[in-house]
């Protein structure tokens, strides 16, 4: 693989004039902003291990700054890309910047939310800066989609970054975090400056690393039944699991024998339970029936 030319990277000024042909503004009905600055996209790149080996997929490549860099160390490079403008100028773009890889690039013109299959080989990481406004559905729905990724990295709101890294009891503890533990070990990664990006957020962002568990966890229920304990228990997260998880069950009763069944105490609230306890739980379903 031959070494990139130091400008083959987009800098500001790249961004604005692509932008500017393009006639595109970045909106905030999909959540966009570009990143600008050619340090923090190989850094991104640095703290998601992509391997030379690596097959990656990225989702809302926008104008190419983090797939340029993506393509500088992986063997492929997918990018879903759901903007009609944008799309049909990515591949010219790589095309200019890296000519000698252009041909290890593929783009999906597609909602993220839609796609069930990729071209070329299984990918092996997911990179991307996820739309602040669907980053959480987009990235449970591609770890569900493609068990092939093993590592995943992703830049989104600092707020969310908070809730999927975030561990039983805390107060930011939630589906999101429960859900994308079914799938992987979460943790933050970093963060990422507003500055670095045009026009830049009203908010901070932050990086989140997801390693996906070598083995799934053991459990007799699917996971529709389990992520359906979890949306219930949190709908009311105020409220004692035997509350919550009445309508679940079918009654308040139901819902404390299978509590009870778990081995989960049904005056505890969803914020105190692991992943595994929520399977449990699922599994336990028709204990108060």
Do not use: C
Request: proline share 7%; glycine share 6%; no cysteine.
């Amino acid at each position: 693989m031959s070494s990139p030319t130091p400008d083959s990277l987009l800098g500001p000024a790249d961004i604005r004039e692509l932008a500017a042909a393009l006639g595109v503004r970045p909106t905030k009905q999909r959540g966009q902003n570009f990143v600008i600055d050619a340090n923090t996209v190989r850094r991104i790149v640095r703290t998601a291990e992509v391997r030379p080996d690596d097959v990656v997929v990225e989702v809302g490549p926008g104008l190419g700054s983090l797939t340029l860099a993506l393509l500088e160390t992986a063997d492929r490079v997918t990018a879903v890309e759901i903007d009609d403008v944008l799309a049909a100028a990515l591949p010219a773009t790589i095309a200019a910047r890296m000519p000698d890889r252009a041909d290890r690039f593929a783009l999906v013109h597609s909602d993220a939310m839609h796609v069930t299959e990729l071209p070329g080989p299984a990918p092996t990481a997911l990179v991307a800066n996820l739309p602040y406004n669907v980053a959480v559905p987009v990235l449970l729905h591609m770890l569900d989609t493609f068990p092939s990724i093993e590592r995943t990295l992703v830049m989104v709101q600092s707020e969310v970054a908070d809730r999927l890294a975030a561990a039983p009891g805390n107060k930011v503890y939630g589906v999101p975090s429960v859900k994308a533990n079914w799938y992987a070990d979460v943790k933050r990664a970093g963060a990422i400056g507003r500055n670095v990006f045009w026009p830049a957020p009203n908010v901070d962002s932050g990086l989140v690393s997801l390693v996906r568990r070598p083995e799934p966890i053991k459990t007799t229920a699917s996971k529709a039944e389990v992520f359906a304990v979890v949306d219930a228990a949190f709908a009311q997260r105020r409220k004692t699991l035997r509350a919550a998880l009445a309508g679940w069950a079918g009654s308040a009763v139901a819902a404390e024998a299978a509590l009870v069944a778990a081995g989960v105490s049904p005056q505890a609230r969803g914020e105190s339970l692991t992943v595994e306890e929520f399977a449990r739980i699922a599994e336990h379903k028709e204990a108060g029936a």
